[in-house]
């Protein structure tokens, strides 16, 4: 049977960390894969986690079975995080899944089995793992160009003409903040418009929000959601804690459906668990474990928060430092997130790394976090060289 088989490529972005480590060279900078580095270049465990761990060892008696919707406190205890204060709970289930990408199959596979004909529209470009999950769950993606890279531009004309070419009850994936790759968010205005035609077209919200805290803020990164959820009858989010608590491999997410229709809801909430039950049975139990420790205690809360706001503080210093190196730059510090995608050429993208140890992914994509304000000089440096950017002096 397995000689059916077609060979596989590796998946790129994860071949960077490889690649990373195994190149010798004493001067290289990791730009590659999304992780947050902190000013000595590692990714410690956070505070806030070491602690919850700590609590957990000593007091966690029994690793029984949860069910497949996982840590349910957890999956409460975030919910005024994500949706605010005063959001009307009785509007939104969740279920705890294995990481944003767990999140995403999921909601993938309850859109497949609710509605099969639904095409999902997808801005491009985005994360390169979006495409593929909603292909692996059998429903058509219909990609847009929704950013101009040579002008660091969101093509917001772009966005209305798929929104308006979208057909009611399709799919539409969303950022909620950071995009991944490009940094490049809706400002408000661009927000409301956005969620006026999805009210007015009856098309239904798909957000990923997987780096809340890491752009402006929490709340601040939390707006968009809210502000669409306000408009919209339906919606779902996938919500991550890979980066916002550090906790990437212990694979840490959540799916919420959001409906005005509680009847529905409960059945699509019944819906969820059972496709759970069928693709990992139970989400493993650890890193949520982690997060609801966190969120119980007002102690741990803060601690939490004072990190990831040192985070934020960290990134966005960064993309003044780049930005500030080379006019041609300065576009990267009004993005925000972990990324900025430069417009390159896979072939540039491969002697950034080749010739002078700069590690970004293929697509150009950078991960600022993963610099250190000294590094600037050789990354610009380097992108010169490459005829990324002119040789013009720094302002
Ligand atoms: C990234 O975009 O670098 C991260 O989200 C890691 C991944 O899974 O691709």
Known sequence: MFEKLNAQPADSLLALIKAFQADPRSYKVDLGVGVYRDENGSTPVMRAV??????LLETQDSKRYLGPEGDLAFVDLLKPIIFGADFDKTRVVGIQTPGGSGALRLGAELIASASADAKVW?????????????????????????????????????????????????????????HNPTGLD??????????????????????????????????????????????VDEALVAYSCDKNFGLYRERVGA????????????????????????????????????????????????????????????????????????????FIAKQRGLFSNLSMSKD????????????????????????????????????????????????
């Open 50 to 55: 070491k602690l919850a761990e700590k609590h």
């Open 255 to 330: 799916l919420y459906l959001v409906s005005r229709n509680p009847e529905q809801l409960k059945v699509a909430d019944g819906n969820m668990a059972a496709l759970a039950r069928v693709n990992w049975s139970m989400p493993p139990d650890h890193g949520a474990a982690i997060v609801r420790v966190i969120l119980e205690s007002a102690e741990l809360t803060d601690i939490w928060r004072q990190e990831l706001l040192q985070m934020c503080t960290r990134i966005n210093g960064n993309r003044t430092v780049l930005a500030s190196a080379h006019p041609e730059l300065e």
């Open 122 to 178: 997808l801005g491009t470009p985005s994360w390169p793992n979006h495409a593929p999950i909603f292909d692996s769950a059998r429903l058509a993606v219909k990609g847009y160009r929704f950013v101009d890279l040579a002008k660091q531009q969101i093509e917001f004309d772009l966005v209305l003409e798929a929104l308006r070419a979208a057909s009611a009850g399709d799919i539409i994936l969303l950022h909620g903040c950071c």
């Open 348 to 395: 540039t993208a491969v002697a950034l790394r080749n010739k002078h140890g700069i590690y970004m992914a293929d697509s150009g994509r950078m991960n600022l976090a993963g610099m250190q304000p000294a590094d600037a000089k050789a990354i610009v440096k380097a992108l010169v060289a490459e005829g990324t950017i002119g040789n013009r002096a720094a302002a």
């Open 186 to 231: 809706f400002d408000r205005a661009q927000w409301e418009q956005i969620a006026s035609l999805l009210a007015e077209r009856r098309l239904i919200p798909f957000i990923d929000l997987a780096y809340q805290g890491l752009g402006d803020g929490l709340d601040e990164d939390a707006e968009a959601t809210r502000l669409i959820l306000d408009s």
